[in-house]
């Protein structure tokens, strides 16, 4: 079987194929040094954890260690492909520096304890606030990680039973756009796509979507498809030279904050060339006639004008999605963390709805997920909506949702929409929020403007609990630290961005004393002995595959139907996609054939919002716009960002991903190959840029905003002038600082975030504030260690190739 | 015929919001999204007050384009604030209260908007009528987010 070096080529090799065809199977995989595939004692089914795609995979097992991964031939989203992060990442399960006992803090430090002591003093906390003040004093901040069964076990905890509406997931920093967009138009969360519909689409159209890096098997679809016979065209809106804007047949470098614009000048041209479904529009969707009088006056020249980009650009991305046969778009972080987020990925469902382009193969929206599990966190209600797509705002949806838990509806907070986390922390920060439960998440590095955020979980007042694998930023901070269990070490189910739900069996036992999450939420509802209407236990389960069976009860009959599914049914499955019922026992690909859709008002998940202030619209508002169910356009005005580039600070500064990290590094710098491969944050400047302030490659530069500044070394990239890049990552865990930059400088890219938010999705954004950039130190010689294979690429030959050598062979296996 | 008495009395009143918008941002610094999205919305007042400054001229009115300040509206917004608060500093009730004042001085205006409306169709005035469509919606669309986060933040405020 041929090796490939999958840090110098992470997609790895080609299998061309073209339109409506099958895509060719390669089976990808990655042992420990010294072990043979015929070495392995078990093959456990699971799927990817450390991004969104939900490749399918196997994990090895040998002498009750996990010791690779392979991936799974037969699964839908991959046919046997794995990304580098899923080739390498799984290493940080047998990481020495595991949490493995759980730790208190006494005089100021974080000792070892045993678990009674910790649960007793969590439990403890929780319950004399409850008496004190109420749940108003208690929150829960999740993350994108779990599985669905312990998302929802915290559902019914935190709303059913100490009944407080401050629980969200970090999918609020790279989803919770997504979900607002497609609520806005369908009604309803869910995406309408499927991945296969890269196999059929003749345009592919990628907005703010990094997919080369942030969906590396996604990417190779892609690639496979532009490398057989009759490839799509690629449209590519992004402000930097990404490996997707290389590829790309038009590549719009817009100005940052001004997507809606963007948006506005292509539906213009869109409609003014009468590409346009008039049937469609007719008999399946409202609302657009208002659209028509909004981007009537935005001519292509004036939208060219404020984006910054050559108007004859813009006028052939507008010809090319406007005529094309099988629209397949994509949306990302470029829009979702960008200024008026939900706005813009309003109007790429807009795009759809205007060309009818909706429930038919290559003809979909995949407003994307960044967190491997972000869906699972917005079916069961751990990020701010109740369980099962139900409307806080109906309050048939709350009753049911109440005979469902056995309570009273009064028990459910649906007073106003769940709090949000950036919310939460204000609240926090004011003193109202004092008990703060952090699962599986690292605000200390993730959220915007982080000596701010140190502050706050710094308080005394706060009693901060972190349930981790690693002691985190976050944990160093906390009054208790729980150790978990991570995937290969527990069981349960997840579901990637286009509605596939897998299954995760335990391969391993966790570490020491670490326990999955589940057992640790069921053991703080037994403490915190929560009941009932009737005074039963109000969790009824023990164990995943019941919670996954209450899970399927609370779902039925609502668009994510999970109630066709088992854990029988998906254990050897190539991934079934929800809605799965008894009607539908194979699964849905794609929603919204023939224009149904869940939008109805008494079956919709939510009423919608004012796109520029966030306010939600009533029922007898809803009702009176959308009495007969159908899909719904919203226009958009486009308003300035609130913070421009100028003056003082003359840069606009961009934050993101690369390829070879998640999340903050925190599973990923254990992977040695995936260490190597970006080891250290840099700062990307444009080559007109650098040479105008006299900057050269690998100079330290110190990159200021009014929040703080970090230091970074600079690689030169193509990509839009006026720009500076920082990837997200980088913390403070692997430093001597522990959990801040100390005295030293930071190097946090959310040092000099803004704290500002989509007002409708409550997305922070963090691609949009204003910047200086100074020299520190010139490094003759000495480039960045930027990778040269991502959009980091350098313009520079100079720059030595990212390679992983001989510890990152990896084999493909090509049918 | 009065119109201008219903223009004057709007370019005052939007005056006033607008300055309500802004007194707002500026106590609310730390609460971010009241902060950006009270400045998003004087913008709409501000371009009210213009256009009202502008059709003012055909009833005779010399009305100011640029947006004014009024002091005396910050005092009474200080000590509406202060007295509703007494002695209770607490960041959530002040919120609360600003917001509620927010939805009074917007109901305010939009109720001006109608009488313009009205008054506009009684008197044939279609450009007044066409000046009354374009921006009411506007309005309204303040008053609905005042309503929106006086609902969204009383429970903790109140219940805390």
């Keep these: ?815 | 015929m009065n119109l201008d008495l219903v223009i004057r009395e709007l370019h005052r009143s939007e005056n006033e919001l607008a300055h309500v918008l802004l007194r707002m941002s500026e106590r609310h610094k730390t609460d971010h999204e009241t902060y950006h999205v009270a400045r998003d919305l004087a913008a709409w007042c501000h371009d009210h007050v213009r256009a009202l400054a502008e059709a003012g001229k055909d009833y005779g009115l010399d009305l100011d384009p640029s947006p004014a300040g009024d002091p005396s509206m910050v005092e009474r917004l200080r000590d509406k604030a202060a007295e509703w608060l007494g002695r209770r500093p607490e960041p959530g009730l002040l919120l609360l209260a600003d917001f509620r004042h927010l939805y009074l001085a917007a109901s305010e205006v939009s109720l001006d908007w109608e009488l313009l409306a009205q008054a506009a169709q009684g008197a044939k005035q279609r450009d007044l009528l066409e000046l009354a469509r374009r921006c009411h919606p506007q309005t309204l669309r303040q008053l609905r987010w005042a309503n929106a986060r006086l609902k969204e933040s009383a429970p903790q405020a109140l219940a805390s």
């Design chain 1, 1 to 815: 079987m041929p090796h490939v070096d999958r840090i110098a080529e992470p997609w790895g090799t080609r299998t061309p194929y073209g339109p409506g065809e099958p895509w060719p199977v390669r089976v990808d995989s990655f042992l420990e040094a010294g072990v043979r595939a015929q070495d392995v004692d078990r093959w456990v089914q699971s799927a990817t954890i450390l991004h969104s795609n939900g490749d399918g995979l196997d994990i090895a097992v040998k002498d009750g260690r996990v010791v690779g991964v392979r991936g799974r031939a037969e699964d839908r989203v991959n046919h046997g492909r794995l990304g580098p992060k899923d080739l390498y990442g799984w290493q940080a399960v047998n990481a020495p520096d595991r949490l493995v006992r759980p730790l208190v803090r006494q005089n100021g430090r974080l000792v070892e304890t045993d678990w009674d002591t910790a649960m007793e003093r969590v439990a403890g906390r929780a319950r004399q606030l409850l008496d004190e003040q109420g749940p108003s004093a208690i929150g829960f901040y999740t993350t994108g990680q779990l599985f669905l069964e312990e998302y929802y076990t915290l559902a019914v905890i935190a709303h059913g039973g100490i009944g407080t509406s401050h629980l969200d997931g970090n999918t609020r920093l790279c989803t919770a756009t997504a979900a607002a967009a497609l609520k806005e138009s369908f009604g309803s969360d869910g995406q309408p796509g499927s991945y296969t519909d890269v196999d059929h689409a003749d345009v592919i159209a990628l907005y703010g979507h990094n997919v080369a890096e942030t969906q590396t098997v996604l990417w190779t679809r892609i690639l496979d498809r532009l490398a057989g016979p009759n490839p799509p065209a690629l449209v590519c809106v992004d402000p930097r030279e990404t490996p997707v804007a290389r590829a790309a047949t038009v590549h719009l470098a817009n100005r940052p904050g001004t997507n809606v614009a963007l948006m506005n000048g292509l539906l213009h041209e869109i409609i003014a060339n009468g590409w346009i479904d008039e049937r469609y529009l007719r008999d399946h969707v409202v609302g657009f006639e208002e659209l028509q009088k909004r981007v009537h006056d935005f001519p292509v020249e004036e939208a060219a004008r404020i984006c910054d980009v050559p108007p004859d650009a813009l006028r052939e991305a507008a010809r090319l999605i406007g005529t094309a046969r099988r629209l397949l778009s994509t949306v990302l972080q470029g829009f979702y963390q960008a200024h008026q987020a939900t706005a813009a990925a309003v109007q790429v469902n807009n795009i759809h709805l205007v060309r009818g382009m909706l429930g038919r193969p290559g003809c979909g929206v995949l407003q994307m997920n960044g967190q491997p599990t972000a869906q699972n966190t917005r079916e069961c209600g751990a990020d701010g909506d109740l369980p099962g797509f139900r409307n806080w705002s109906n309050d048939t949806h709350v009753r049911d949702l109440a005979r469902v838990w056995n309570v009273d509806p009064m028990d459910i907070p649906h007073y106003a929409p769940p709090t949000h986390a950036m919310q939460m922390f204000r609240y926090a920060e004011e003193g109202s929020i004092r008990f703060l439960y952090v699962t599986g998440t690292n605000p200390a590095v993730s959220l915007p403007e982080l000596e701010r955020i140190r502050s706050i979980l710094a308080q005394d007042r706060l009693f901060l609990v972190v349930q981790d694998i690693f002691l985190s930023e976050t944990a160093q901070l906390a009054d208790v630290v729980l150790p978990a269990a991570t995937w290969a070490e527990k069981t349960g189910t997840f579901t990637n961005a286009d509605r596939t739900v897998h299954l995760s069996d335990k391969a391993v036992e966790p570490p020491g004393e670490a326990r999955p999450d589940l057992d640790i939420f069921l053991d703080l509802a037994h403490r915190l002995d929560l009941r009932d209407k009737d005074g039963a236990p109000l969790v009824k389960w023990g164990d995943a595959e019941g919670a996954f069976e209450a899970w399927k009860e609370c779902s039925r009959g609502r668009p994510c139907d999970y109630s066709g599914l088992s854990y029988a049914r998906l254990r050897g499955s190539g991934g079934i996609q929800w809605p799965c019922d008894a009607d539908r026992p194979g699964g849905t690909e794609r929603l919204y054939a023939e224009g149904r859709f869940w939008s109805a008002p008494d079956y919709c998940e939510a009423y919608g919002r004012d796109l520029l202030t966030g306010a939600p619209l009533s029922d007898t508002e809803y009702k009176a716009l959308n009495p007969d169910g159908k899909a719904i356009i919203k226009a958009a005005e486009y308003v300035p960002p609130h913070e421009q580039a100028g003056g003082e600070f003359p840069f606009w500064l961009t934050t993101g991903r690369t390829l070879y990290h998640f999340h903050t590094r925190t599973k990923t710098a254990r992977a040695p190959q995936l260490q190597r491969a970006a080891p250290e944050p840099w700062v990307e400047m444009s080559p007109a840029d650098a040479s105008r302030d006299g900057f050269a490659e690998g100079d330290l530069l110190e990159i200021a905003t009014a929040r703080g500044s970090v230091r970074a070394r600079l690689r030169i990239t193509e990509m839009r002038d006026g720009l500076v890049f920082l990837p997200f990552h980088y913390g403070y865990w692997d430093l001597p600082g522990g959990c801040g930059p100390g005295a030293g400088s930071g190097r946090a890219a959310n040092e000099l975030t803004i704290t500002d938010w989509d007002p409708v999705s409550k997305q922070p954004l963090f691609k949009t504030a204003a910047a200086r950039v100074s020299l520190v130190e010139v490094c003759p010689g000495t480039p960045s260690l930027a990778p040269t294979t991502t959009a980091s690429r350098p313009v520079s030959a100079e720059v030595p190739a990212t390679a992983g050598g001989a510890e990152a062979q990896a084999e493909e296996s090509l049918s």
